[in-house]
């Protein structure tokens, strides 16, 4: 996130696309209701009519995958009324000219139709975000997880640079990352192309400098593989030895009969984890870990702020700290790693190293964390980014881009569009809320589906029903509910005999490898 | 603009225009006590206890919910406001079963508290008959009508804080309760189970299920921490007691989430404390998995990593960190792919 969660209660303006905060992100959304019910404006930008839609001032229910379509036809009618912030594009941003050459080719009739809504409705989002300024654009993975993920993620930024909304409080672009770590795994260089705190393996300078505090030589230049790609490795013999620390792959990846085939393909599989899992199940050796508040340490929320995390009791029977695995694998090849603590860790490597956390210490983060940039020990850190305008290369970059549908689209065979995504009560795999009661509150998967198409299949509520694609099928409960259009069925991956993952396909954006889980194409049968 | 001034218990004070009389009072550190009030919430005088006494009105004025005015002179602890309170006090301890025995609130509840130091130890009114059964279905929060004072911060937490929208009044008089939707159980209504109304509540009314009869706060240590799901990050107290979480609950004015949570944050805790966790390495011999020490485990596969960098080269290693893990865990992960097996083949879910 550019900006912080503190900053939603006194914003004026949400525009929120692809985001189901009150579910994926609930104490988030709180905030976001909150400005809402103070007189705050809300422009909510899905598929489904989600539970943000009852605080909406406008929903724009757009196709899946429409996104990049929609939101040039928004900055086509920006340029074209001049409501955009010219002072802004002009003083901050770069590429303009090639932004409204492109948009042009949007006028909101055209992308009206490819989105499914009216050109009014397009009209109307423009002139209401020019008005009311600045807004705080949220998004999640409804925007990135498209084969067109990152020209999605880049016509948000255009859309807030055009309007000037960047560099200032209340305003930015800000995705809710999904994971309590993901953000932090990501700063701390579990990235193919990258050392602790962004800094490029390919670059000669970065090398020389973890090398020298690594005391390595050779530090591989090349940036390695990203997770799709080591799959396919598994199986095509790329890969031989493979390591995977707490994460349900067999369950998380789209397509799980293929997911499944490489990872029995492995030669050898290495599982670090602190249940047995669907994944651990190929797995030739598990090291049993300690869990969360079974070791100090710290995690980094979608706002950058790294908090601690504290331990309250020892991990059970023989299961050990992570970093001393990792530590005593690095013993075992004859280098001798000085830390001997997730603090020492911290503060005498993360911070040392990476320029944007170097004033960030146990010390000063026993209460409320900080917000990196922190780069020295006075710094207050950074509630936003870009401040004044400012980017960190420069001026802002406008990225041109043009729609591409989903790879997948319905068709005779498979008439309907599935998407996917996260409920309220369980947690990714349920390896954790499987464990907490939280079977209660949501004991099974359900094919979330419109009484327009159950109607038209002759499909009951509640009754158990087969969603087939060209991948698998899953017998699951049919749910009838007016969050979805008709021509969808909506799925989530929480429990494995009704997973969605038999069923998504796993094609990826080719910059990011992130998988389109969010369209596939489908049918539904009666059993 | 003028500096509005007021008289606190004798003393002029400044205030500033829109403050309550209690937020004037607490302003000074002038301890006025409140059972209704709920900090960033619609003040709702309901309870009564905030009274205190303005020179010339005629009655009482409950102060959470009375804005202070230039030039009034207020006593925040008179006898006649003392007086009143002890009522109250003797009132609200006569409409239910103010049982503290085994009450999970005990040595917290603010009732508890308020009956103490206001010595209120005989009530002269008969105890209310209880009309509605406790509700105790779900496994997550005990609904206790018995002990439910009307309040009505629960109700200010849902509407207000979380906007879930799940519960207010219903009913009238001797009947009256607090509802979730037409009087329905949490599990039919539109509860969402954030469980903020039970964080609130000043009494035993509202409990967490699964921390009944396991320790009260005199016996629970508080260890801050940061909530393990979604990327949110909210801080978290913990309740411990002899190294076991009981209870979860959010840290008051922490960022990001100013003490709320979602009913994973606070209910999803105990998966720790499953038997099916992974408590041994674990080799696999002959197809099947058995028990190893760490000594053969960790020789094992750093042989198989040697072995296998030495025959295919470094980039025929690959290995995945854990987003759910933390940063120290996963800075060692890319370490040991990058300055010990010499790739970078080190990945982890950012993209999905």
Redesign the interface.
């Known amino acids: 996130m550019t900006n ?3 900053e939603f209660s006194k914003a004026r303006m949400f525009f929120v696309i692809g985001s189901n905060m009150t579910e ?5 959304a ?1 905030f976001l ?2 400005a809402v ?1 103070n007189g705050a404006k809300l422009i909510l930008v899905d598929p489904r009519r989600q539970p943000l839609a009852d ?1 909406a001032d406008i929903h724009v229910q757009i196709k899946v995958g429409s996104d990049i379509a929609f939101l040039n036809g928004v900055m086509n009618v920006l340029i074209n009324e001049d409501l955009y912030d010219k002072k802004f594009v002009e003083n901050c941003t770069e590429g303009f000219e090639e932004l409204k050459l492109k948009v042009m080719d949007y006028p909101p009739e055209k992308a009206a139709e490819i989105a499914g809504v009216s050109a009014d409705v397009i009209r109307d989002v423009a002139r209401t975000m020019a008005e009311t300024r600045p807004s705080m654009l949220c998004y999640t993975l409804g925007i ?2 498209h084969t067109c993920g990152k020209n999605n993620v880049m016509s948000t930024a255009n859309l807030q640079m055009l309007l000037g909304n960047m560099g200032v409080e209340c305003g930015g672009v800000n995705p ?18 990258v ?2 705190g962004y800094q490029k ?1 390919d670059n000669p300078d970065a090398r020389a400098k ?1 090398e020298k505090a ?1 005391g ?1 030589e ?3 230049a ?6 799709p790609q ?1 799959m396919e ?1 598994l199986v095509d013999g ?10 349900n ?1 067999a369950n ?2 789209p397509d799980i009969a293929k997911v499944e085939h490489e990872l029995a393909s492995a ?2 599989l ?1 599982c ?5 899992t669907e994944t ?1 199940r190929f ?7 300690a ?5 100090d ?7 950058r ?6 331990k ?3 991990p ?8 001393w ?6 013993r ?2 004859g ?1 001798d ?1 000085k830390s001997n603590s ?1 603090q020492e ?2 503060d005498n ?2 911070s040392v190293l990476a320029p944007s956390m170097a004033g960030v210490k146990y010390a000063r983060i026993e ?3 900080l917000q990196w940039p922190v780069p020295d020990d006075a710094h207050p850190g950074t509630c936003f980014l870009h401040r004044e305008g400012k980017f960190t290369c420069g001026l802002g970059k406008f990225n041109a881009v043009d729609w591409t549908p989903p790879a997948e689209v319905p068709d005779e065979e498979y008439p309907l569009v599935l998407s996917t995504g996260r409920r ?2 369980h ?1 990714h795999t349920r ?8 079977d ?2 949501l004991p099974e998967e359900t094919a979330d589906m419109s009484a327009a198409d159950a109607d038209a299949l002759g499909i009951h509520h509640g009754e158990m029903i087969m969603v087939k694609s060209r991948r698998g099928e899953v017998k699951v409960r049919a749910n009838i509910t007016h969050q979805v259009p008709p021509g969808m069925v909506w799925m989530a991956f929480h429990f494995r005999d009704a997973c969605a993952n038999w069923l998504t396909n796993p094609v990826f ?1 080719p910059a ?4 389109e ?1 969010k369209a596939c194409a489908v049918r539904v049968d009666k059993i | 603009m003028d500096k509005k001034t007021l008289t606190l218990n004798g003393k002029t004070v400044e205030f500033q225009a829109g403050q309550t009389i209690l937020e004037v009072a607490r302003s000074y550190e002038v301890f006025i006590p409140a059972l209704c009030y709920l900090d960033g919430c619609t003040a709702t005088g309901a309870c009564r206890i905030c009274v205190v006494e303005v020179k010339g009105a005629r009655s009482l004025i409950a102060s959470c919910s009375t804005p202070a005015e230039n030039g009034m002179d207020i006593c925040t602890d008179s006898d006649r406001v003392r007086k009143s309170r002890r009522l109250t006090i003797e009132l609200l301890l006569a409409s239910g079963e103010h049982n503290c025995i085994t009450c999970e609130k005990s040595g917290d509840c603010m009732l508890q508290n308020l009956a103490y130091s206001y010595g209120v130890d005989a009530i002269r009114f008969p105890v209310a008959p209880q009309p509605h059964p406790t509700e105790m279905m ?3 929060i005990i609904r206790d009508f018995s002990r439910c004072i009307l309040c009505g911060r629960c109700v200010q937490a849902c509407q ?4 879930n929208r799940a519960i207010s009044y219903g009913y009238r008089g001797p009947t009256a309760k607090i509802i979730a939707g037409c009087d329905k159980t949490y599990d039919e209504s539109d509860c ?3 469980g903020q109304c039970v964080q609130v509540c000043p009494v035993g009314a509202l409990v967490e299920k ?1 921390a009944r009869f396991k320790g009260r706060a005199k016996d629970l240590d508080l ?13 978290l107290w ?1 309740h ?1 007691k002899d ?3 009981v209870k979860v609950t959010g840290v008051e004015d ?4 100013k003490g ?6 606070r ?6 404390y ?1 038997e ?9 011999e002959d197809g099947v ?1 058995r028990e190893a020490s ?1 000594d053969e ?6 042989n ?3 072995e ?1 960098i030495e025959k ?1 080269g ?27 097996f ?11």
Not at chain 1, 272 to 276: K, R, V
């Open positions: 912080s969660f503190g994926a992100h609930p104490v988030a709180t209701k909150n019910m605080f990135t997880e809710l990352r999904g994971q309590n770590n993901v953000q932090g795994a990501c700063d701390m260089a579990a990235l193919p192309n050392f602790p393996v973890f690594w390595v050779n530090l591989p090349k940036p390695g593989l990203m997770i080591m490795g790329k890969v031989k030895a493979f390591w995977i620390f707490g994460e792959l998380s990846e030669e050898f290495v670090q984890d602190i249940f047995p651990t797995a030739d050796v598990i090291f049993p870990s869990g969360w508040s079974e070791d340490g710290t995690f980094t929320n979608s706002e702020r790294i908090s601690r995390v504290r309250v009791s020892e059970p029977g023989d299961a050990r700290p992570n970093w695995i990792f530590k005593e694998i690095a075992r090849f280098h790693w997730a860790i911290w490597e993360v209460a409320d964390g309220l009560y947690y390896t954790q809320t499987s464990r907490t009661g939280l209660y509150l954006d990011t490898l992130t998988a889980y | 779900n496994p997550f207000e804080v979380q906007v969402v189970f954030c699964k260890v801050r921490t940061t909530c393990p799901y979604c990327g949110v990050g909210c801080q913990l411990v190294g076991t979480i922490a960022q990001p989430n709320r949570l979602c009913v994973k944050g209910f999803g805790y105990d998966f720790i499953s099916e966790r992974n408590k041994t390495p674990l080799i696999r998995l760490w485990a960790l020789g094992l596969v750093a198989k990593f040697r296998t295919h470094p980039d025929s290693v690959a290995g995945v960190s854990c987003a759910r893990s933390l940063n120290e865990d996963s800075y060692q992960m890319q370490k040991l792919f990058r300055a010990v010499k790739t970078n083949n080190i990945d982890h879910c950012a993209r999905t």
